[in-house]
Nanobody, 125 residues
């Protein structure tokens, strides 16, 4: 059974930084896409950053240049480094995984069948 568990969410001031982690268990696949999504109150879930099994990454325009996604194969942990946080980044952040590698739609939630429960991020102005 695939398990994903996020951590690292917190309350920070605008301009601050956070690093989110997602431990992924029982996901022994060589072709995959892993993505961080977020959902604000009253908003749709949106993809913000994806990393593929070949190491390539995709970012939503709203976070490009501020957020960095990485995956530690040895520790089976997905990370999202968030810098220059803005109040509009406030949301619950979810990690998700799917296989095989997605050549399109890496930030499209319906393509993902394994999800964590989320970790909340609040950015105050």
């Amino acid at each position: 059974l695939v398990q994903l568990e996020e951590s690292g969410g917190d309350s920070v001031e605008a301009g601050g930084s956070l690093r989110l982690s997602c431990v992924i268990k029982e996901f022994p696949y060589s072709s995959y896409t892993m993505t961080w999504f977020r959902q604000g109150v009253g908003k749709e879930r949106e993809g913000v950053a994806a990393i593929h099994s070949d190491g390539l990454t995709d970012y939503d325009r709203s976070v490009e240049g501020r957020f960095t996604i990485t995956y530690d194969n040895d520790g089976n942990t997905l990370y999202l480094e968030m810098n220059g946080l803005k109040p509009e980044d406030t949301a619950t952040y979810f990690c998700a995984a799917t296989r095989p590698r997605q050549w399109t739609g890496s930030l499209f939630a319906p393509l993902f069948n394994h999800w964590g429960r989320g970790t909340p991020v609040t950015v105050s102005s």
